[in-house]
């Protein structure tokens, strides 16, 4: 924890990236990062606990004032140049740099555990869920007539929408949801 960054250059070499971001010695409240993403090795965001927000210029960590008090769990540098990042309680944010808002989005106080961003869409996962941002609403994503019971992580790769849960995987070619068995 304590906000610590790090990227792997080789097998054997991790190298810190938490310059100004680490808490000095003797700081007696526990912080750390939960997500970690970037548009480049120059604009990167990480989010984390007390609702905290900070961006990385590829030399130093700066903390951007949040909206929020709450757990940020997951951060996206989206395709659209918007950054979202989103945690306890339904929370979702969209900013970059110094501005960020409160999606008033007012569908449901569930933890939002992922974001994805599949052909110009932004996806975002519960536990029980999987929904898609349409303008500043949430739409439940309909999976027809075999609705998993579990979503909680995404990922795209290969064209493809995944979303994985404690009980089900399933995938989105762009048309059609698939279980996978």
Aim: some cysteine; overall charge negative.
């Amino acid at each position: 924890m304590n906000r610590q960054v790090w990227r792997r250059d080789d097998a054997q070499q991790w190298v810190s990236l938490d310059q100004g971001a680490k808490p000095v010695d003797g700081h007696k409240e526990v912080v750390g990062f939960e997500a970690v993403d970037g548009f480049s090795e120059s604009d990167i965001y990480a989010v984390g606990w007390n609702g905290e927000i900070w961006q990385f210029d590829g030399k130093a960590w700066s903390q951007k004032e949040s909206p929020t008090p709450l757990v940020l769990t997951r951060v996206l540098c989206a395709g659209d140049g918007a950054v979202y990042a989103s945690g306890r309680k339904g929370l979702l944010l969209r900013g970059c740099g110094n501005a960020w808002e409160i999606i008033d989005h007012q569908s449901m106080i569930d933890d939002i555990w992922d974001l994805a961003w599949y052909r110009e869409e932004l996806y975002l996962s519960t536990m029980h869920g999987l929904f898609a941002l349409d303008g500043d609403k949430l739409l439940p994503v309909d999976f027809g007539d075999d609705t998993p019971d579990s979503c909680h992580r995404l990922s795209v790769a290969d064209g493809v929408l995944w979303s994985i849960g404690g009980k089900d995987i399933m995938a989105f070619d762009g048309a059609q949801w698939k279980r996978i068995d």
